[in-house]
Every structure is written in structure tokens, then in C-alpha cells.
């Protein structure tokens, strides 16, 4: 990576630049681990104190911020964080390696019924099943299974181990890290004593929308009947769990390990914190944002946050963990009342 | 997929046809989300207002149920559900998708020394080593591993990707669906400071009885020594961590997330929700049954439901969420009565 | 596995044998589970009953351990534990099965940029990216991808369907087990309503020290910036998350299903229980030993166990959780008071 100046990255980002434009810094860092020659950031003016020991030539700060060192350059933007990501795209160029070659790899197999769009790359050791479509522009890397009857909208990217089941469509601009598994079973048993349980048949697909990202190893099952369902604009983290006939709605966030169980309704705008679990058939409504660890047992209102296992009101919650703190002295007071009032009883006797 | 009479689906399904015989639907759907030209189905009376506005053309019911719309046919069935379970599977058909061919595929690899029972399918980029045998009748789909030594009864099924270590039994009529390890080192270490951790060595293997399914991307670990074992007829849903030594009893049901540490026990027909966890070296009892996100640190009696972090009987869990709800009043109650002794001790001074 | 006698036994594992050298033992097995013709051992006296019931033939004891049994033959060692895996070694020979042939699996497909050492094996259905380089004597499994540039010191094992995404550097000696997915993209959006999120770009890398081992299906993500990092020694168990720009210090041990959020730091030798949860930009120091489902919002200090949602320190939460269970008595006694002080206000009106 060639050294940049810095008039050169605060036209980039769009900054206004206070100091040496002719300066030279070698790449990004956070303002703590920063040497001499890097362009580090600071999003948050309430972090401010970090700048007078940072070692950073010059860090990207908001517009207003009042800065007491002379030897520091200052590149002033409206969005620091948003901007800083454009000098970190600059220094790493295409830091996603290159894709599979445009074309079937000859180590592919694809079914001869299965459609691909124009520009479409398929890795090495992919199995592309029969009637499955493609659009154009997708990118599978190795190892990427889609199965019998799936389909993927323009310009999605698979990457190495994807399985896609049969029955699931993916709409344009998805990426799915590897991995995953969309449309395998839904867990439905019937009871079925003294013999066991008795499998459910799962039926449906799974659809999901448009620009929806999916880390690695999370699971998305098919509908017992109808579809599970992800929203445009959906963001998933790794290791996350979304079980048969779910909906789950647009521009929601589920962060790394949250559970849903079968048959719950996320409105849209829905942040679910790490290792969050929801019960099943239950519906969380739009923007209701629940904290990492909590447990959702029944349905919420949106517009408010939750946090706690039962999950309740963030306020609430507060309330509650800050008493049980205080239950010790509480129950010191309790046994000095106790005894006062037995004084008191002794006294009036 | 065609259309169906109401008298061939209440037939297929067993039910007795209130409404039109003749008249054809589509489809399956959910009593919210069906159409005019859809079947749906109610299992549980305590939903039954849910009868008066959906827009099914015909729905199954429980037997004696009254329902007072005339617009509707009814199909009554013992079991709703089942019957459902039945017209889904009429509507949908093979909704698995083909298998591989019955042989071996031209571009998986099968080591000489491999047993494969008749009619057994190996997709492509299977890679099944020294001394494995597979039962007659399994299908292996693409890119599973069955390592050296493991065997499998007859008629599994292996998905897409799933990797099998040496060491692995699996009885008859398993499914391991996408993503599933069966068969990794535990996760044993001695402290040996100032070096760090010595390995454990995990000799053992893992045995798993007849009729069991495990959900994509699952983890079951192989044991130090003697095997780790998974009964008959339990159902494993996905992203399950079971530890080395475990001892899963039969027709147990984990669900998501669900984490078992090393050497703990389970009995036969125990329920575990979502995101439970277990210490290692505890039992548990026959038929327990631990609600979601809860953790047992503890050995548990058969029998009961439990709840919450750590987990204890669900009936006193209850108790002491309400309880814990109350706190803000009962701190106000202790000091309003502080307050009104130190009045009495006031006026008795 | 031939039959191995007890003072062959010993000699290997260097305990003192008070019983018949003679005797032959076919294998290891529990105290509980281990029949007359097996070894067994005892690593904690406080499991010393054990001793009065088990079939075993001979059972590794601690050095000065009272025993009652004459038929019981003792197998004395300083570490009972450790005794024991060398026994177990012994019986078990190479538990790990055949590692792939030294050399390139012809269905194995390396990039002709990509260096390898003396003695690496690389199995079938690998994909070997550019400039990949691979250290001497590293054991790739079938169906492993290692991308663009990234690198392997020596002696590593890759199981089968580990992904290395671009911009990984392992260390010396790691084992990485199946489904293992390394340097997927952070997980970071910025929000950007009505449109939804924007993706914030994930350049950096991930940096592994030597002697790291990580569990099956375990996900590690790249930096924003910089690398994700872990240090030597560390373990990892199975389905971890290690979100972007986390610095996990050397020696420490993550249990099965932690989630470590963004830009979190952990000192050396931190121990995470089972399903333990970090919030992101915290740190937590040296030796801080977090208990199974505890969920970590806020720093902590080194050297301390901690429990619950939220941690707190074991005894507080110990505490905490005794006065819970407490309530319904507190609740009981502040209704006694209540009706006490009103009648003693009645008595002086």
C-alpha cells in the first residue's frame, strides 16, 4: 500500500484539512494503537480525552470539536466514522480477495436445467441443482451448494461452503458468508409416546429479500408450510438461529447467536442484541431494539428498548437490577425494623 | 401443483366434511395469511376467535368445536395438526428435492477398504475414508466427509457438508443436516502455567442411537475416553453444542443454541429450550423439562419444568419475577414504615 | 487394541503399583461404568466413594489416598488426571485417523502463486488461494480453502471445511476444526434511514498466535481495520463468535457458544464459561474467570470470578441470588410489620 498525503485523503473523504497537506501517513489506526505516520478518527466527542495522547500524525475529527494540540493534523467531517471508512478503503484496496473467474469453473457441477445470468462466476466444487436460476452478476464462491428449485435475484454473493436447500429464493444484492444454511428443516415434532415424536413434514421455503447480508454458520429453516421470510435491508450476524415460518422484517439487526423460534413476527427496524432468544409465535413490533442476553418470552411493542432475561422495559430492568443490589441492606433494614417494633410492642404492653 | 376437492382432502386426512366436498383449493396457509381459495387449520381452541375473520375457504377443526360462520367448511379432525400435517405433504410432494443418484458419483472419493450397503447414494465431492460403513439405503449428499472408521446404519441421510471424524456410529434412520460435526476433539485442558494449557487427549468416539436428527451446523463432540452418546429417537434442532462424555438419554429434544459442557448426563424424554445451557458433570432427571435461555449449574430431578439463570423449579422462577417486579413498592414500603416507627418511637420516648 | 498389563501401565504413566503387574486390563473406563477388566482413575477425593463400588480392575489414585479395597489394585501418581491420558493414549493409539497423504491431493486445486512447506499435505476438494503461503509440515483436510494471501506457520492441522478468508495469518502449531470460518467480515453497519444500513468496509485481517486451537463451526471475524486478534495458546471451543477488532490476550479459554462483540479486549488468561456473552468496546483483565450465560456490559477487572446477567462478581451474585429466593419470606415479614405498626398506631392514637 503506497503512503498517502493528507490533502490528498481529506478530498477523499471530504474533510476539511487543518495542518500539512503534504504529509505522508502509511494507513489507519485507532487513536490508542496509532503510530507516527497513521490517520486515525475519533466519532464520539465524549472519547475526546484520547487525543491528547494519541501518537497519530492526524486524526479525523467532528466539525466543532475544540483540539488543544498544535502538533496533531485535524481533518474536520460532518460523519468522522463514515469518513474514516473511506480512508480505510483507500489504504486497503479490494480487501476482499479476487472473486471466481467469470464462468462455470470446470471443477463445477451444474445441472443442465439451472439458469445463470450473464456474468455469473461459479467456484470450483459448487453443485448448482436442477431449475435452479441465478441472475446475473452472481458471485459462488468454492464449495457453494444450491439445490433444486432455489433462486438468487442479480448480484448476490455466495461465499465458500454456502448450502442453500431447495425452495429458497434470495433476492438482488444478497451476501451470505460461509457457512450458511437456508431452508433446511424447521424442528416440529409431534408427541408421539411411547414411541418417540413424530416428524412434522416441512414443506415450506424460504424468501428473502433484497441487500439482506447473512454471517457466517447461521441457520435460516424452511417453512413447515409457506415461507420463512427475511425483509429488504435485513442485516444478520453469525451463528444466528431463525427458525420455521418466522418473519422477520425489513432493516431489521440480529446480532451474532440470537434465537427465534418458530412462527414469531419481527416488524421492521428490529435490533436484536447478541445471544437475544424469542420464544415462538409471538410478534415484536417495528423498532423495538432488545439488549444483548436478554430472553423474549412474549410479544413486545416496538419503539422501545428491552433488556433482561424474562426481557422488559430497559427502564424497568434498571430499576430492578439496581434493587436487587440493594437487597442485602434491605434486608438489614427489615430486621432493624423488627426489632424496633418489638421494643416498641414491649413498651405499650 | 394441482387443486384439491375438500372431500379428497378431508378423506386423505381423515376429517368428516362439514361444507362442500366439491368445492377445490390451492393450497395450505395459516388462518391470518390464507386466501379464498386456501385450506388452513385450527389446533388449539383457545385461538378460535382467529375462525371469525380469516379468509380460508375451508378449515380443519378440532371435533366438537363450535363455529359459527357459514361461509366456511370444516374438515373435523382428532388432530388438527396431523391432519394438516397430511394436506401439507399432499400439496407439496417430494418437498426434499432429489437425492443424489443411487451409486457413487463419478467426483467422490470412496477409500477401497469402505463398506457400502445396497442402494446407498454418495454425492459429489464426498470424501468417505479407510474401513467406514455405510448402511444400506443412506444418502449422502454433496461434500460429506465420513472419516475413518465411522459407520452408519441404514437409511440416514447426510447433508450437504456434514463431517463425520472417525470414531462415529450412527444407528438407523438418522438426519444430520447441513453443517453438522459429529465427532471433533472435546474440549479438554490441563493448566500447566507459565506454558498455558496441555492438551487432553480425545480418544474417545461418539455414539448415536436410532431415529435421531441433528439440525445444520451442530456440534457433538467425541469423548476423551469411551463415547459420547446421543439415545434413540432424540431430535437435536441447530447450532447445538454437545460435550465430550455426554450422555444424551432417547426421544430427548434440544433446541437452539442449546450448550451441554462435558460429562453431564441427560435423561430420556428431557425438553431443552433455547440458548440452555449445562455445567458439565450433572444429571438430569427423565422427563425435565428447562425453559428457554435458562442455565443449569446444578444436577435437576426428573419430572418437572424449570426455569430462568440460574434454573430452579418454573413455579417458584415465576414467583420470584413477580416478586423482583415488586421491589419498587416493597422499597417503599420499608421506608414508609420507617418513617411511622420512628413517629412511634417518637411519641412512646 | 491388545490387552495392557498393569505394571506396563504403570511404568508408562509413572505411578507407583500396589496390586498384581500381571494382570491384564483391555481399556479405560468411569469409576461408574468401568467393568472387570478395565483401569479407571480418581482424580478428586472428594469423589472418594467412588472407590467402594466401581468394577474397575485397578484405578489411578492420588499419592496418599486411603483406599479400603484388597481387590482393588492402585496405581498411585502425583497427577491422577494426566496418568490417566497417557493410559488412555496408550489403548488408543493414533486416535485421529490418517491425516491426508503428504503432498497435493490431484483433486485439490493451489494456486500456482501459493508457497508451500516441506511436508504440508493438502487434501482433496481444497482451495488454495495467490500467495497463499503454508508452513512446513501443515495437515489440510479435504475440502479446506485458505484465500488470497493468507498464511499458515508450521505444524498447523486445517479439518475438513475450515475457510480461511483473505488477510489470515496463523501461527505455529494451531488446530482449527471442522467448519471453522476465519476472517468473514466484521459485522457494521451505519444506519441510514429510510434506506436502511450501509456497510461499513471490513479491510483488516485476523492474527492468530501459535498453539491456538479453535472449535468446530467456531466464526472469527476480520477488523474494520487492523486485525482481530488472538494470542497464544488460547483455546477456543465450538460455535464461539469473535467479533472484528476483539484482541483476545494468550492463555485464555473461551467455552462453547461466547460471543465476543466488536473491538473487545481480553487480557491473558481470562476464562469465558459456556454461552458467555461481551458487550462491545470493553475490557477485561488478566485472569478474570466469567461463569457460564453471564452476560458482560461493562469492564471488569482481572483476577476476579464473576456470574450473571448482568456479571457481577460471584459473591455479590451469590448473595443476590440467596435473597431471591428470600422474597416471598421478605414480602411476608413487611406485611407482619405493616400490620404490627398499625396497630401499635392504633394503641397510641
Known amino acids: 500500500m503506497p503512503n ?13 484539512l487543518e495542518g500539512d497537506g503534504a ?6 489506526a485507532s487513536l490508542e494503537q496509532a503510530e507516527s505516520d497513521q490517520i486515525s478518527f475519533l466519532n464520539d466527542e465524549k472519547h475526546a480525552e484520547k487525543l491528547a495522547t494519541t501518537r497519530a500524525a492526524a486524526v479525523i475529527v467532528p466539525q466543532g470539536l475544540a483540539v488543544d494540540r498544535d ?11 463514515a469518513a474514516f471508512s473511506e480512508v480505510i478503503v483507500a489504504f486497503a484496496g479490494d480487501c476482499d480477495g479476487p472473486a471466481p473467474a467469470v464462468g462455470v469453473h470446470p471443477k463445477a457441477i451444474v445441472h443442465e436445467t439451472a439458469e445463470l445470468g450473464t456474468g455469473v462466476s461459479v467456484g470450483p466444487f459448487c453443485v448448482i441443482g436442477a431449475g435452479v436460476r441465478i441472475g446475473e452478476g452472481c458471485v459462488l464462491h468454492e464449495r457453494v451448494s444450491v439445490q433444486h428449485g432455489s433462486s438468487l435475484g442479480p448480484a448476490c454473493v455466495l461465499h465458500a461452503g454456502v448450502v442453500l436447500r431447495p425452495a429458497v429464493q434470495l433476492g438482488a444484492r444478497c451476501t451470505l458468508h460461509s457457512g450458511v444454511v437456508i431452508g433446511a428443516d424447521g424442528f416440529g415434532y409431534d408427541p408421539a409416546p411411547p414411541d418417540g415424536w413424530k416428524k412434522v413434514p416441512q414443506c415450506g421455503g424460504v424468501r428473502i429479500g433484497d441487500d439482506v447480508e447473512i454471517g457466517p454458520n447461521t441457520c435460516i429453516d424452511r417453512g413447515r408450510f409457506g415461507d420463512t421470510t427475511i425483509g429488504d435491508g435485513t442485516k444478520i450476524d453469525n451463528l444466528v438461529q431463525v427458525g420455521h415460518n418466522c418473519q422477520v422484517g425489513s432493516h431489521s439487526m440480529l446480532c451474532a447467536h440470537v434465537g427465534i423460534s418458530g412462527s414469531t413476527t419481527l416488524g421492521p ?57 440493594r437487597l442485602p441492606e434491605m434486608k438489614r433494614t427489615l430486621r432493624d425494623l423488627e426489632r424496633r417494633i418489638a421494643e416498641l410492642e414491649g413498651e405499650t404492653a
Chains 1, 2, 3 share one sequence.
Not at 502538533?71 to 466514522?81: S, T, V, Y
Not at 413486545?300 to 437490577?321: F, H, I, S
Open 71 to 81: 502538533d496533531l493534523a485535524l481533518l474536520r467531517a460532518e460523519h468522522p466514522n
Open 269 to 325: 427496524w428490529v435490533v436484536a442484541g447478541g445471544r437475544v432468544g424469542f420464544a415462538g409465535h409471538i410478534q415484536i413490533g417495528q423498532g423495538a431494539q432488545i439488549g444483548g442476553g436478554a430472553g423474549v418470552f412474549h410479544s413486545l411493542e416496538g419503539g422501545q428498548e428491552y433488556m433482561g432475561l424474562p426481557a422488559r422495559p430497559r427502564g424497568e430492568y434498571l430499576r430492578e437490577v439496581t434493587l436487587i443490589k
Open 23 to 28: 504529509l505522508e501517513v502509511r494507513g489507519p
Open 4 to 16: 498517502r498525503s493528507l490533502s490528498e485523503l481529506a478530498e477523499l473523504c471530504g474533510a476539511t
